[in-house]
Every structure is written in C-alpha cells, then in structure tokens.
C-alpha cells in the first residue's frame, strides 16, 4: 500500500473515532438512563406504592423513548449501507493500514479478533442483524406488514444483556482503535443517577408515610392533602401576617386580601366540604363560637364579630376570602 493511501486512511480514522466515541457516550447516557427509570418503577411496584403517586405513564413514555434512542444509536453504529460511516467500516480501515501504525503483535491481534467477533460472536452479529431489520420496519419505515405493530413487535426485540454486550463491543472497538493510533480523550458518558436526586426526598415521604398509614387510621391520600394545606398556610402566613396567622391577625387584614382566581376557586371548595362534612352553617358557627368562647370567655365581643364575617363567607353569593381565612385559622384549633 502507497504511504499516500496509508495517510489518507489515518487521517480518515483520527477524524472519525473521536465522532465515533462521542457517539458511544451518549449511546450509554441514554442506555443507562433508561435502565435507571425501569429500576425506579421496579421499586415501586415491589413497594406496592399507587401507580397515581409514581406517575406511570410519564416513566412508561420516558423509558420507551431512551429505549428507542439506544436502538436507533446502535442502528447508526451498525448501519449496514456501504455510504454510512460505522464500527464495521471504522474496523476495516484500521486493519488495512493497522501494520504501518504500530509494532505492537498485541494490538494487531486485538483488531483481527475484533473484527472476527463481528461475524463470529452470535451475540454481537444476532444484535446488529436485529436492530438492522427494526430499522427498516419500524423507524425509518411505515412498511404495511407491520405498520399497525408499533410498540407489539415481538420478533425483533433485544434482551437487555445483548444490547449490554453490543455497547461493551464497541467501547471495546474504540479504546483498542485509540491505542492503536494513540489517541486519548477526557470525554466521559455524564449520566450520573441523577434522577436519585429528584427522588430522595419523594421517597423519604414515602418512606414515613407509609409508616403513619400502618400504625394509624389516617389515608394516605389524607396525609398528602395535609401536607399541600400546611406548606400553603405557612407560606400565607409569612406572606401576610408575619409568621402568625391567629384570627386576630387575619381580621386587622380582612378586608385587604385580593385573591386570584385559583384562590377564589379554592375558596368556594372549602365552603363546599364544609357544608357537606359539617351539615348545615348554624352547626358551623355554633361550633366556633363555642370553642372560641370556652377558650377565651372574655373576648365574647370580638368573637361575635368573627362568627358574623365566618356567616358571611358561608352565605353570600360573592367570594369572601378574608372569612374564609378567620374560618380556617378558627377551625384548625378546633378539639
């Protein structure tokens, strides 16, 4: 071989393998990120937590779709058109010239057994032939026979270990390439769990909540309502009275609260519940009325003053949030 067709290849390979190995990180990104959602609804499922608290259909549609990019990186590693740049080509070039590059047996025997796994390997040579057709029938194509399978293939999918030891091949293809052209790169997958992050406090809550609904009476879907109420009123709380949002605190700002529409609409459920969990609004007030009185017997005027704005609330026609307020401040001390 002519020493200008020897440099034309090497320069081809020096361009291409650091493209290549960019191509290699994000293949496992995506591979382990796929890997990582299908473990977190793993744990759940054994957990026996409700599917409405994992948000199923958002891990089923983000995992097939990591999924899908995994098999299609792999289709474009493996590409079978003699036009694409692949492994299989990338290999071929290096074999050729591999001899004028370095002195190294070992090296050299590495790139032929390489290039003998291709073809030997079942595992390896079953994958790319696997992939290669899902290409052609379902991602790059709609062909008719099996345009309405999307998503029901059975024939032509991977076990999880075959797409591992197709990845680990061609990590293996590019470090030994590397070596042979001494090429070095700090370029690293940047996947690192992160999803842990999102989930460790989620799944400390579910941790305890789990223990409270065991040993007492209360619902889960109690505790989670519980808990939007108390983190809401402690931000109104710090918002508007100062970090103390008694009844006395929100009748001095009665009449200065300005709610949006979420609130006013917030505002009319609570009413709602109220009145169906309570029955009627004289058993309402009579109940504040009492607990305020029992606990403060001295302040029987100002209480007069809040049953008055709590009546309001509960039957005018308007929204009343600045007795909404005093109603649920009042109510929450109730025995």
């Known amino acids: 071989m002519q020493t200008e067709q020897i440099d034309k290849i090497k320069k081809e390979l020096l361009e291409e393998i650091p493209i290549f190995w960019r191509h290699l990180n994000y293949l496992k990104d995506t591979f382990d990120v796929s890997n990582h959602l299908w473990s977190i609804v793993d744990k759940r499922i054994k957990y026996n937590i409700p599917k409405n ?22 289709a474009r590693l493996y590409d079978k058109n003699s036009a694409s740049n692949t492994i299989q080509k990338l290999l071929g070039k290096c074999s050729k010239i591999v001899k004028h590059l370095v002195d190294n047996v070992t090296l050299q025997d590495q790139i032929k057994e ?10 390896i040579s079953e994958a790319i032939n696997t992939i290669y ?54 370029e690293r997958p940047i996947y690192d769990r992160d999803l842990d992050n999102l989930f460790d406090e989620s799944d400390t809550y579910m941790k305890h909540s789990r223990y409270i609904t065991r040993y007492s009476s209360i619902e889960e879907d109690t505790l989670i309502v519980l808990g ?17 949002a008694s009844p006395s605190a929100i009748y001095a700002r009665i009449d200065s609260f300005r709610p949006n529409e979420m609130q006013c609409s917030l505002c009319a459920e609570v009413r709602y519940e109220a ?17 305020l009185n029992r606990e403060h017997p001295d302040q029987i005027d100002r209480f007069k003053c809040y049953k008055e704005r709590i009546k309001h609330f509960f039957e005018s026609e308007e929204i009343d949030i600045g007795g909404c307020l005093l109603f649920i401040a009042i109510s929450t001390t109730m025995k």
Not at 237 to 242: G, K, L, Q, S, V
Not at 275 to 291: E, P
């Open 53 to 74: 608290k994992v948000a199923p259909n958002f891990f089923v549609i983000t995992f097939c779709g990591m999924k899908d990019c995994v098999y299609i990186t792999l």
């Open 114 to 123: 390489l290039n003998s796994k291709l073809t030997k390997d079942d595992t």
């Open 133 to 186: 057709e899902r290409r052609n029938k379902f991602w790059a194509h709609n062909d008719k026979e099996y345009f309405s399978q999307l998503g029901q293939d059975k024939e032509h999918y991977l076990p999880n270990s075959s797409l591992t030891h197709l990845i680990d091949f061609t990590e293996e293809t590019l470090k030994i390439l590397m070596r042979t052209l001494s090429l070095t790169t700090d």
């Open 228 to 244: 939007t109420f108390t983190v809401l009123w402690a931000q109104f709380e710090f918002d508007y009275c100062d970090n103390s």
């Open 275 to 291: 009145l169906s969990y309570i029955g009627n609004i004289d058993n309402i007030l009579k109940a504040i009325y009492s607990q």
